[in-house]
C-alpha cells in the first residue's frame, strides 16, 4: 500500500473529488477551489513518490487523464450553477478544455515516437560505439520525465483563471488563464517535435547491430557470462562481476532484459544487453570459446543452441535446495561446483548429470571472507545474528525470527563474561508477514536498550577522540563518494550506451573508498557496543570478518560464513530435531544446533572463548573443504583453468569440424546453420526458437 503518508494522500485525493461535486453543486467558488488544491496537491505528491497507488488508481478506472477531466467538467458544472452558463466565459472554458484535450494526443504521440526511437536494439556499457556510431543526445529530461502529468497540470492556469473569474464576475482573467493553457501546451507540442526527424534521431537498428558486431571483431571475446532474470534476480549476475574481471581470457557479459542491465553494480568488463533473441542469435561471437550461466531459464536456449563454443551452469550459490540439482542441468557441456558437495548432490539427486562432466572449481566470490583468527586482546567477542527472512510461505523453517529470534538476542546481550552482539536482518524480513516485522522492531528494541544500558556501565569506557577521529574520517570518505557519484553520467539509455565507458581511475578509487569507510565505519563506535546494521553498508561479508562466531538459519549466509572457519550456530526453527535437521541439510554439520529457546548458545560461545576447546573446529575444516573445496590453488585460479581447459575442448571440437570440412565429410552448406553470425530472420523466430 505504499507508506502511511502515501496512503493519505491518496484518501484525500479521493475523497477531494466527491468535495468537488458538493462544491460545484452549492455551488461555492472557495469551496471549490480548496477541494480542487487538495487534489492537485495530493495528485503531484503521488507521482513524485512514484507510488505504487497511482498504478492501483489506473487500474481501477481512475487514471490521471480521468482524474483532470473530471475535476474539469465539475468545473463547468459550477459555471452552469452559478448562472454563466450564457456567458462567454462558459463556452470559453468549454472550448478550452476540449482543445486542451485535443493537445494530448499529438503530445502522447510525440513522447512515445521519441521515447521507441531512442530504444537502441541493444544497451551497452564498457563497449566503445562512440566511435562507431552517432548517437545524438537526449531531448532535455525535463520535456520527457512525468511528461504526461507536465502536460496535463498546463491546465492550472485556465482553471485558475476561470475560478477568478467565477468569484469576480470578471471574464478577463479566466479568458488569460485560458490563453496560458492552450499556449504552454502548443509550445510544449512544438519543443518536442525537432526530435523526431534529423540528426536528433538514432541510427536504425541495423545500423547499430552492425557497429557492435564491429567491436566485437575488434574485441574478440573468449569467454561470455550470459544471463536472464527478472529485477529481483540482479544479485545473481552481480556476484560474478568481480570473477568475470579477473579471468585470464577476454571476458563479456551478455544480458537480456534492461531491467537487469539499470540494476547491474559497476564493472569494468563490457556489458552487451540484448533483448531480442534474434538480434542476440545474429550477433558474431565466433570467437567465444566458454559461455557461463548463472541461472536455468528458458532465454538461454538462445546461447545454448551455438555449438562453437562450450557452456557452463556455474549457477550463483551453494546450498541444498532443489534448485541447485535441477534436471536441466544436463543440457551444459559441464555444470561447476564449489566443492565435492556439489559433485555428490547431483550424485544422489540422478537427474541425468554425468560425473565426468562436473568441475569443482571452489566459490572465487568468497575470496575476501577472512578466517578466524581468535578473539583480539583488546576487545571482547563479537557474535553475529543474521537470521533469513520469512519467506513466501509460513512454513516455521523459514526464519529464526519469529519462534527463537528475542530467545538468541536476549541470550547473547546477557551473556557473562560479555560479548558484543551485531544484529544484521535479510532485506527483505517484515515485507510479507506483520509477525516477522513486528518480532524484528522487538529484536531491535533489545538491541539498542542493550547498547544504551552498556554505553551507560562504568564496566566499558570508550576512546571517544579516536571515535571522533574515525566518524570525521567517515565524513569526509562519504562526501567523496557522493561527488563521484553525482558525477556519474547519467542520461537515457541511448547516451548511457554511448557514453558508457567506466572511468577506471574513479572506479578503482570508489572501491578503496569503500574499503576506508569499512574501516572507519568500525572504529566510529566502541568495540563492546551492540549494534543493529539494516542498511546495504557495511556489507555481509564486512559483518564476516569483525565477528567471531554467527548465528543464523537455513540460507547461503551460512554457506558462505563457512569459508571463515570460524564457529556457528543454526536455528532448528521447525523443530525437526538435531540428528534429521543435520540430515537435510549439509551446511550445519559442523553447526551448533539451536532449538527456539536458544538454550544450547553456552555451546558456541565456550567454542569462542576457549578455541583450544572448541569440539567442532575439526568437522569445520572437514565442512569447509567439502562444500567450497580447498584453499589451494586459490579459488579464482582453479576457475581460470577450469575456463582455459574447457576452451582448449571448445578448440579441439571446432578444428575437428574444420577438418572434416576439409576432406569433403561435411559440406560448407551443413554447418551454416550450427555457426554463430549473421543471420537473417524476417518473422522473429530462427530454428523453431521464439526469440520473443
Known amino acids: 500500500m505504499g507508506s502511511a503518508a502515501e496512503l493519505a494522500a491518496a484518501v484525500l485525493m479521493m475523497l ?14 472557495p469551496a471549490f477551489a480548496a477541494a480542487a488544491a487538495v487534489t492537485y496537491l495530493a495528485d503531484h505528491y503521488l507521482h513524485r513518490k512514484s507510488s505504487y497507488l497511482i498504478n492501483r488508481l489506473s487500474k481501477v478506472r481512475a487514471g490521471l487523464s480521468i482524474r483532470f477531466l473530471i475535476r474539469q467538467l465539475l468545473l463547468v458544472l459550477l459555471l452552469a450553477r452559478l ?11 468549454i472550448g478550452c478544455f476540449i482543445a486542451f484535450y485535443g493537445l494530448q494526443a499529438p ?27 552517432r548517437i545524438p543526445d537526449a531531448p532535455p529530461r525535463r520535456l520527457l520525465h512525468r511528461s504526461a502529468e507536465k502536460m496535463l497540470h498546463l491546465d492550472l492556469a485556465a482553471v485558475a483563471g476561470l475560478l477568478v473569474s467565477a468569484a469576480t464576475d470578471s471574464a478577463v482573467v479566466g479568458f488569460a488563464g485560458i490563453g496560458v493553457t492552450l499556449g504552454l ?86 556489458v552487451i544487453c540484448v533483448p531480442g533473441g534474434v538480434h542476440l542469435m545474429n550477433m558474431d561471437l565466433s570467437t567465444v570459446r566458454v559461455a557461463l550461466y548463472a541461472a536455468n531459464v528458458g532465454k538461454n536456449i538462445h546461447m545454448l543452441r551455438v555449438p562453437t563454443m562450450k557452456h557452463v551452469f ?73 537470521p533469513t527472512w520469512e519467506g513466501w510461505d509460513d512454513n516455521p523453517g523459514n526464519t529464526s525470527i519469529l519462534l527463537a529470534g528475542e530467545n538468541i538476542v536476549r541470550k547473547l546481550i546477557t551473556a557473562d563474561p ?17 509477525q516477522a516485522k513486528a518480532a524484528h522492531q ?66 578503482q578509487e570508489i572501491a578503496r573508498l569503500r574499503a576506508e569507510w569499512n574501516d572507519a565505519y568500525w572504529r566510529s563506535f566502541p568495540s563492546w557496543q551492540h549494534r543493529v546494521i539494516t542498511g546495504a553498508e557495511p556489507r555481509l561479508y564486512d559483518c564476516f570478518n569483525v565477528s567471531e562466531a554467527m548465528v543464523s538459519d537455513i540460507s547461503s549466509v551460512v554457506s558462505d560464513f563457512i569459508a571463515s572457519g570460524k564457529p556457528y550456530a543454526v536455528t532448528d526453527s521447525a523443530g525437526l530435531g538435531e540428528e534429521e535437521f543435520k540430515r537435510q541439510n549439509t551446511a550445519v554439520r559442523a553447526a551448533v544446533i539451536l532449538s527456539n529457546s536458544a538454550n544450547e548458545l553456552g555451546a558456541l560461545l565456550d567454542a569462542v572463548r576457549d578455541p583450544a576447546a572448541d569440539p567442532l573446529a575439526k568437522d569445520r575444516k572437514e565442512l569447509k573443504e567439502y562444500l567450497l573445496g580447498p584453499d589451494e590453488p586459490k579459488s579464482i585460479d582453479q576457475f581460470n583453468t577450469a575456463v582455459k581447459n574447457l576452451a582448449i575442448k571448445a578448440e579441439t571440437r571446432n578444428l575437428g569440424q574444420a577438418t572434416r570440412v576439409a576432406s569433403g565429410g561435411v559440406t560448407e552448406t551443413d554447418l551454416a546453420g550450427a555457426m554463430p553470425g549473421p543471420r537473417s530472420s524476417a518473422t522473429g523466430e530462427a530454428d523453431g526458437v521464439n526469440a520473443g
Open 107 to 133: 503530445h502522447g504521440a510525440l513522447v512515445t515516437l521519441i521515447r521507441n526511437r531512442r530504444r537502441l536494439p541493444v544497451a551497452t556499457r564498457n563497449v566503445d560505439l562512440k566511435s562507431r556510431i
Open 442 to 507: 522487538r529484536i531491535t528494541a533489545l538491541v539498542e536498550k542493550a547498547a544504551a544500558e552498556r554505553a551507560a556501565d562504568p564496566r566499558f569506557t570508550a576512546d571517544t577522540t579516536a571515535q571522533a577521529r574515525a566518524k570525521e574520517e567517515l565524513a569526509r570518505i562519504e562526501a567523496r563518494l557522493a561527488e563521484l557519484a553525482g558525477g556519474a553520467y547519467q542520461g537515457d539509455e541511448a547516451e548511457q550506451t554511448r557514453e558508457g565507458m567506466i572511468d577506471l581511475k574513479k572506479h
Open 16 to 29: 477531494g473529488f466527491p468535495c468537488l461535486m458538493l462544491a460545484a453543486l452549492v455551488p461555492s467558488v
Open 418 to 434: 560479555p560479548v558484543r552482539v551485531l544484529y544484521k536482518p535479510h532485506p527483505f524480513t517484515g515485507t510479507r508477514s506483520p
Open 185 to 270: 501546451g502548443i509550445l510544449y507540442v512544438l519543443a518536442l517535435a525537432p526530435y523526431v526527424r534529423g540528426r536528433r534521431v538514432p541510427p536504425r537498428a541495423e545500423a547499430v547491430l552492425a557497429a557492435v558486431d564491429d567491436w566485437l571483431r575488434w574485441y574478440k571475446p573468449e569467454t561470455v557470462l550470459y544471463f536472464s532474470g527478472s529485477k529481483d534476480s540482479a544479485y545473481q549476475v552481480n556476484m560474478w562481476l568481480e570473477t568475470m574481471e579477473q579471468l585470464d581470457t577476454r571476458p563479456l557479459i551478455i544480458l537480456r532484459e534492461r531491467v537487469i542491465l539499470q540494476n547491474l553494480a559497476p564493472t569494468t568488463v563490457p
Open 314 to 386: 556455474i549457477g550463483h550459490g551453494d546450498s541444498d535446495k532443489i534448485a541447485s540439482v535441477n534436471p536441466f542441468s544436463k543440457v551444459y557441456d559441464e555444470v561447476w561446483t564449489a566443492g565435492r558437495a556439489g559433485r555428490d548432490r547431483y550424485a544422489i539427486a540422478d537427474v541425468g548429470v554425468r560425473d565426468e562432466d562436473i568441475v569443482e572449481v571452489g566459490r572465487p566470490q568468497l575470496a575476501s571472507i577472512q578466517t578466524g583468527r581468535g578473539v583480539p586482546e583488546d576487545r571482547i567477542p563479537t557474535i553475529l545474528y543474521a
Open 83 to 93: 448562472s454563466l452558463s450564457s456567458d462567454l466565459i462558459f463556452y470559453g472554458a
